[in-house]
C-alpha cells in the first residue's frame, strides 16, 4: 500500500512541550504533505515537502523528509492546547500524480 | 463579512493569454491557498500562503505564479494559459479563533483554455 502510516497513533503532552509525530510510507513519492483536523472539521492543509526536500519550516511547524528511510517527521515546538486535533500524512506517489492517499492519522492531545 | 470572494466566476481564455483570478478574504486569515479541481479528482494544492510576504509551491505549481502583498489578497496568475489548465480553480482561507482550522473555500473560478 502506498498509504503512509503514522506513529504513534496517539500522543499527549503538557503545553509548551515539542510533538513529534512521524509518518512512514512504502513506495517512492513525488511530495509529502502534513494535514490536520480538528474534532469534527475538514482537512486543513499545514506544510508540503518535495522529495528533494530534506526539511521544512513553517512558523511553529518542523517537517523532515527521508526518502531513503522513507519517512517523515512533523515536530510541533512550543505546543498550545488549540494544537489538540489529529494530524495526518499524505502522500502523492511517484506513479500517479492525482490522488493524495492519506494516513490513518496521529491523535494529539495538548494539555493545559 | 463576504468572507473568501473569487473573481471572476467564469472565464474562457485562448491558449498563450495570461490573466489573474481573484481572491479576496475579510476574515484577517493568514493561511491562504489555491486549489483546482478537475473532474473525477479530487483538490489539488497549487500555491499557499502562510502570511503576507510569503508564499509557497503546492503540488501542481508549474504554470501558476502567486503574490501576497497584504493580508486580505491572493492573486493567482496564469502567465501562458493551455488547455491543460482549463479546471474549477478554488481559493480557501484558515479560519482562526473560534473557527480555528476550519477552512473556508470561495465560490471558484470557472476556467476554459480554448
Known amino acids: 500500500s502506498q498509504q503512509g502510516e503514522e506513529d504513534p497513533q496517539a500522543l499527549s503532552i503538557q503545553e509548551g512541550e515539542n510533538a513529534t509525530m512521524n509518518c512512514s510510507y512504502k513506495t517512492s513519492i513525488n511530495n509529502l504533505q502534513w494535514y490536520r483536523q480538528n474534532s469534527g472539521r475538514g482537512l486543513v492543509h499545514l506544510i508540503l515537502?518535495?522529495?528533494?526536500?530534506r526539511e521544512k519550516h513553517s512558523g511553529r511547524l518542523r517537517v523532515t523528509l527521508d526518502t531513503s528511510k522513507k519517512s517523515s517527521s512533523l515536530l510541533i515546538t512550543a505546543s498550545r492546547a488549540a494544537d489538540t486535533a489529529s494530524y495526518f500524512c499524505?502522500?502523492?506517489?511517484?506513479?500517479?500524480?492525482?490522488?493524495?492517499?492519506f494516513g490513518s492519522g496521529t491523535q494529539l492531545t495538548v494539555l493545559p | 463579512n463576504a468572507g473568501v470572494t473569487q473573481t471572476p466566476k467564469f472565464q474562457v481564455l485562448k491558449t498563450g493569454q495570461s490573466m489573474t483570478l481573484q481572491c479576496a478574504q475579510d476574515m484577517n486569515h493568514e493561511y491562504m491557498s489555491w486549489y483546482r479541481q478537475d473532474p473525477g479528482m479530487g483538490l489539488r494544492l497549487i500555491h499557499y500562503s502562510v502570511g503576507a510576504g510569503i508564499t509557497d509551491q503546492g503540488e501542481v505549481p508549474n504554470g501558476y505564479n502567486v503574490s501576497r502583498s497584504t493580508t486580505e489578497d491572493f492573486p493567482l496568475r496564469l502567465l501562458s494559459a493551455a488547455p491543460s489548465q482549463t479546471s474549477v480553480y478554488f481559493c480557501?482561507?484558515?479560519?482562526?479563533?473560534?473557527?480555528?482550522?476550519?477552512?473556508?473555500f470561495g465560490p471558484g473560478t470557472r476556467l476554459t483554455v480554448l
Open positions: 480557501a482561507t484558515t479560519g482562526q479563533g473560534s473557527s480555528h482550522n476550519e477552512q473556508f
Open positions: 499524505a502522500l502523492i506517489s511517484s506513479g500517479s500524480a492525482r490522488q493524495l492517499t
Open positions: 515537502i518535495r522529495s528533494n526536500e
